[in-house]
């Protein structure tokens, strides 16, 4: 140990590049390890975390914390070295301290570090597909769900730093703190999965009635995790099982107020329409606290998903008010929690007006639409590579629903059965022969099946 720290003294640099990528390498690893407990382990992502243990949190991070710290706030070294009674009565001392924690916090973390992280990740997953638009949109949603997280650890975590570590101590000390952090960081954004067509599950996916969210705390790969434990609580099933399980079909039912009207219903300019996510613990009579809170202040809830994640439940709600204004005093009622119920206070709530396109009628002259079914083997990526063929073909992913299964093999042993569904619509100007082309490749790379039959 003293041999390591007179290295760290003489060549900090040095040491705390080595040490950062070590260290979010490491804790990427005892993520995917323990915490999403994966079979195998994802190298791609975890390269990610390491090049950016290196090269930001070593290399940049060292950087702004010595250097240009140290020419900002020159005391800074002597006022470390100071005991802490001496420490309480120098008050210059103790102000630049504060003003280096919210130059790191503040600044820096929100307007440096996670848009780096962001683009790191997303040069070695995509390489040359590398989308800077897709960067700042992962940033922007986010923001405030990374930057709170932050806050709760670093905040006391670099007090405590820049208040008693000597100037070649700092990264040692910020590089085991954030052991820590990259493991919260890891299993709140590793497992984020990039798909542009199946936007469903981790963003947004836009169709002729507005923009549907599933929210923003349910990723695709969050989706797999709790679909295989889900599979492992159940009997194992056997292939005639499996095979009735594939044939469930995905249905677009209509809510109770839209039985007996005549389709297509053209839309109204006047009329508002609202996207509302709310997520939280699961409890009895949640749907109808909700539902109730939106009825009491003029919003009709035409549409709705609704997921249930262990004891996590999101749902998302199509709301329509009778025109902007009262869409306005909604959407702020819901964000200000107005009216709400005591056992709802801890919901996270989203909401936001939805951008008219138009009647179903126009549509329906100009829109193909079919259902797209996969079954095979489970492999990391299906739902990528799959979303991915339909976007470059330029078909649009309405529905999606995915499932994995526990399946029995003839020796006794098990392996992970995948499952699709999908609804999608593209311009009839999109060729059918185009989209066969490719997706016998796409069964070829997968050894799976997928058929896709047209309404």
């Known amino acids: 140990?003293?041999?390591?720290?007179?290295?760290?003294?003489?060549?900090?640099?040095?040491?705390?590049?080595?040490?950062?990528?070590?260290?979010?390498?490491?804790?990427?690893?005892?993520?995917?390890?323990?915490?999403?407990r994966r079979e195998t382990i994802d190298w791609k992502r975890n390269a990610a975390f390491a090049s950016f243990g290196f090269g930001y949190l070593g290399i940049v991070q060292y950087s702004l914390y010595v250097p240009v710290?140290?020419?900002?706030?020159?005391?800074?070294?002597?006022?470390?070295?100071?005991?802490?009674?001496?420490?309480?009565?120098?008050?210059?001392?103790?102000?630049?301290?504060?003003?280096?924690?919210?130059l790191d916090q503040c600044v820096h973390h929100p307007f440096m570090y996670f848009p780096a992280f962001y683009m790191t990740k997303e040069l070695v997953l995509y390489g040359g597909d590398a989308s800077v638009d897709r960067v700042y949109k992962r940033w922007n949603d986010n923001f405030w769900p990374d930057l709170e997280?932050?806050?709760?650890?670093?905040?006391?975590?670099?007090?405590?730093?820049?208040?008693?570590?000597?100037?070649?101590?700092?990264?040692?000390v910020v590089a085991s703190t954030s052991l820590v952090w990259t493991m919260i960081l890891s299993a709140m954004r590793g497992t984020e999965e990039v798909e542009d067509g199946a936007a469903a599950f981790v963003g947004e996916e836009e169709d002729a009635a507005g923009l549907v969210m599933l929210g923003p705390h349910v990723s695709a790969r969050t989706m797999e995790v709790f679909a295989q434990g889900l599979a492992r609580r159940h009997a194992l099933p056997e292939m005639a099982d499996?095979?009735?399980a594939v044939t469930r079909r995905l249905s677009r039912s209509d809510t109770p107020a839209e039985e007996g009207v005549a389709k297509p219903r053209p839309r109204t300019q006047d009329v508002a329409h609202?996207?509302?996510?709310?997520?939280?613990?699961?409890?009895?009579?949640?749907?109808?606290?909700?539902?109730?809170?939106?009825?009491?202040?003029?919003?009709?809830?035409?549409?709705?998903?609704?997921?249930?994640?262990?004891?996590?439940?999101?749902?998302?709600?199509?709301?329509?008010?009778?025109?902007?204004?009262?869409?306005?005093?909604?959407r702020a009622d819901l964000l200000g929690r107005e009216g709400a119920n005591k056992q709802m206070e801890d919901l996270t709530i989203s909401a936001r007006e939805l951008r008219v396109h138009g009647s179903h009628a126009d549509a329906d002259s100009t829109v193909r639409e079919a259902r797209v079914r996969l079954t095979g083997a489970d492999q990391p990526g299906i739902v990528f590579k799959v979303s991915k063929l339909f976007s470059e073909v330029g078909f649009n992913i309405e529905e999606l629903a995915t499932d994995t299964v526990a399946v029995a093999n003839e020796d006794g042993k098990t392996r992970p059965f995948f499952l699709l569904e999908g609804y999608l619509t593209a311009p009839?100007?999109?060729?059918?022969?185009?989209?066969?082309?490719?997706?016998?490749?796409?069964?070829?790379?997968l050894d799976c099946k997928i058929t896709v039959t047209w309404s």
């Open 274 to 330: 609202l996207c509302v996510t709310a997520s939280g613990k699961d409890r009895v009579g949640l749907v109808s606290m909700l539902s109730q809170w939106i009825y009491e202040r003029g919003g009709n809830i035409t549409g709705s998903k609704m997921l249930r994640m262990n004891d996590e439940f999101t749902v998302i709600l199509h709301v329509t008010s009778k025109d902007r204004v009262a869409a306005s005093h909604l």
């Open 149 to 172: 997280a932050l806050w709760k650890i670093w905040v006391p975590a670099t007090c405590l730093n820049f208040a008693f570590s000597p100037m070649w101590m700092r990264i040692p």
């Open 69 to 102: 710290f140290g020419r900002l706030f020159p005391k800074t070294e002597a006022f470390a070295a100071k005991s802490l009674r001496e420490k309480m009565a120098d008050l210059p001392g103790t102000l630049g301290v504060a003003a280096q924690v919210f």
């Open 1 to 36: 140990m003293a041999a390591v720290l007179r290295f760290a003294k003489a060549s900090p640099m040095a040491f705390g590049v080595g040490f950062s990528c070590l260290k979010t390498s490491a804790s990427d690893l005892i993520v995917q390890t323990f915490v999403e």
């Open 242 to 244: 499996v095979a009735s």
């Open 428 to 445: 009839k100007v999109v060729p059918p022969a185009e989209l066969e082309k490719k997706l016998d490749k796409l069964r070829e790379d």
